[in-house]
């Protein structure tokens, strides 16, 4: 399977996990300890499939590429549960797309990728698209958009990171790093943490299990495609799948409020999108 394909179920399976996040999450739900257990089960599912191959051996440089994935997603997972406790999905989606902004430019930096003029001018399209969603005032005082903003900037630096990590370690043994840091150290970061984490998953069972499997298939798709092909290009096909989550935003869960300017928006960004790929 070719790394376009791979990309692209990747995001249409992430596209499932976005969706079921925020009907779990939208009345402003404990996004943490939700996001524990989503942690918990992708990532005991892929420690069997470690443990059913021989360990590789791991020297210092590829601990250190394995630790920086775990915390590229300690910091991306605390984001992304809580700017689906905090916005619309049709306006999420459409503004955490500045990953595909953040993620050739942070590839330049830390793994030598190059950015072409297309590229560029995909990235003036997407700010260009992001705009027409959301005007700088209603950046300013919305704060669910503005930690939207902030899972672009850490998700870019996470896929930077696995992308990284590829070189030195299997799919599955970079998934299971990615989720050691963050079921440590996510509880240290609540109050009261074992009664909100048995507290979720009683309240919120079927929803974890949902949105583990997609993210699982999300995960496994995405850290496959890198293996085959640049961090942006990868990244690009991934976040064009984002009309979905629009669409569902919109006209399933009612998000009516600038309908047109999100649709618009959503457009121009993926027109973007589609540039920085070609």
Do not use: C
């Not at 739900?29 to 791991?58: H, I, Q």
């Not at 959301?134 to 850490?154: R, V």
Request: charge should be positive; avoid cysteine; aromatic fraction near 12%.
């Amino acid at each position: 399977m070719n790394w376009i394909v791979l990309s692209a179920l990747s995001g249409l399976a992430s596209t499932g996990f976005n969706i079921t996040n925020r009907i779990a999450l939208k009345d402003k739900e404990d996004s943490t300890a939700y996001g524990w257990w989503f942690e918990f089960v992708r990532t005991m599912f892929f420690l069997v499939l470690v443990f059913k191959s021989p360990l590789p051996y791991l020297d210092q440089n590829a601990i250190l590429k394995l630790s920086l994935v775990g915390i590229s997603e300690l910091f991306s997972v605390y984001v992304f549960m809580k700017m689906h406790s905090l916005t619309e999905l049709s306006i999420s989606s459409v503004i955490s797309r500045l990953r595909i902004v953040w993620s050739p430019l942070f590839a330049w930096f830390l793994v030598n990728e190059r950015l072409t003029l297309v590229e560029y001018i995909g990235i003036v399209a997407i700010f260009l698209g992001i705009a027409v969603v959301s005007s700088p005032s209603e950046i300013k005082k919305d704060k669910g958009i503005k930690i939207a903003f902030l899972f672009s900037i850490s998700s870019a630096i996470l896929s930077t990171m696995i992308k990284s990590a590829t070189v030195v370690a299997s799919s599955e043994l970079i998934i299971v790093a990615q989720g050691i840091i963050p079921l440590f150290i996510l509880p240290l970061l609540m109050k009261n943490s074992l009664f909100r984490i048995k507290h979720s998953f009683t309240h919120k069972f079927i929803k974890i299990l949902i949105a583990s499997a997609f993210n699982i298939i999300s995960s496994y798709l995405m850290v496959e495609a890198l293996h085959l092909a640049d961090t942006s290009k990868v990244v690009g096909i991934f976040l064009a799948m984002t009309i979905f989550s629009v669409i569902y935003g919109i006209f399933v869960m009612n998000e009516r409020e600038k309908m047109y300017r999100k649709i618009f928006g959503t457009i121009i960004v993926i027109v973007g999108i589609i540039l920085t790929v070609v």
